[in-house]
C-alpha cells in the first residue's frame, strides 16, 4: 500500500488499502435512527450504505478494512465510543449503557406463534427490557411460521406481543391483543415457541435457532 501524504486523496487512498488488505463487511442496524449514518476512520467519514428495512427500523452496511483498529459510527450530532473489533458479516446497533454510547452486536430473536396467534392478520412485536430502559422492536417473517427481530446484545428481558392489525405502526400496550410472560432469552436460547392453544400468558418454550 502506498500512502502519498495528501489528505486530499484519503479516500482513494483507502478504497485502494480494501482492495489490498482485505476488509469487513458490517451490518448496522438502525435503531436510533439517525438520518444519515455514517462511519470515520483514519480521519476519513463516509456514509453507510441503505440495505433494507428490518422491520421498525432500516438496516445499513459498510465495510472496514482489515487493518484499521479503531473506528466510530456517528449520526444526528451522535457518536458511538471507539469500535476496536467487529465480526465479518454480523449486526450491529446503538446500546446506551455505563453513559458510554456503545456499538453492539445484536442478538437475533425468533419467534413461533401457535394457530391461535396468527388469527385475524395479527402481527407480532418484541419489548425488551434492562435496567437501562425498554425498547419495542417489530418482528419480521422468517418462513415456515417463524418471526424474528434483531435486538441489542446488553437486554435479557423480553415479552412478545400479538398486535392489532388494524395499526400496524403504534407500540403501546393499548394496541397489543395478547402476550406472552415476562421472559428471559440470552443468545444461545433465542427462538421462543409459543405451544398448545393459549393466548395470552400461556406455555412455551426456548431453542437455539
Known amino acids: 500500500m502506498v500512502w502519498d501524504g495528501d489528505d486530499t486523496n484519503k479516500k482513494d487512498n483507502l478504497a485502494f488499502a480494501k482492495y489490498v488488505e482485505g476488509y469487513k463487511t458490517v451490518y448496522f442496524l438502525n435503531n436510533w435512527n439517525w438520518t444519515t449514518p455514517k462511519y470515520n476512520y483514519m480521519g476519513v467519514t463516509l456514509d453507510m450504505k441503505y440495505v433494507k428495512q428490518e422491520g421498525t427500523y432500516k438496516t445499513y452496511s459498510f465495510t472496514v478494512p482489515n487493518f484499521v483498529t479503531e473506528f466510530k459510527v456517528l449520526g444526528n450530532s451522535e457518536e458511538s465510543v471507539n469500535i476496536t473489533s467487529v ?18 452486536e445484536c442478538i437475533k430473536l425468533y419467534l413461533k406463534p401457535n394457530s391461535n396467534w396468527t388469527q385475524s392478520s395479527a402481527w407480532f412485536s418484541a419489548r425488551i427490557w434492562n435496567n437501562d430502559g425498554d425498547a419495542w422492536f ?8 417463524y418471526y424474528y427481530c434483531y435486538v441489542p446484545q446488553g437486554y435479557s428481558n423480553v415479552i412478545f406481543c400479538r398486535m392489532n392489525s388494524a395499526n400496524t405502526s403504534t407500540y403501546t400496550w393499548d394496541n397489543v391483543w395478547n402476550q406472552t410472560s415476562d421472559l428471559t432469552f440470552s443468545a444461545s436460547s433465542n427462538c421462543y415457541t409459543i405451544t398448545g392453544s393459549s393466548w395470552s400468558y400461556g406455555s412455551g418454550t426456548w431453542s437455539t435457532k
Not at 89 to 104: L, S
Not at 138 to 145: C, F, H, P, V
Request: include cysteine; charge should be positive.
Open 87 to 104: 465480526t465479518d458479516g454480523a449486526t450491529y446497533c446503538m446500546y446506551y449503557t455505563n453513559n458510554q454510547k456503545q456499538f453492539v
Open 138 to 145: 417489530k418482528m419480521n417473517s422468517a418462513g415456515n411460521g
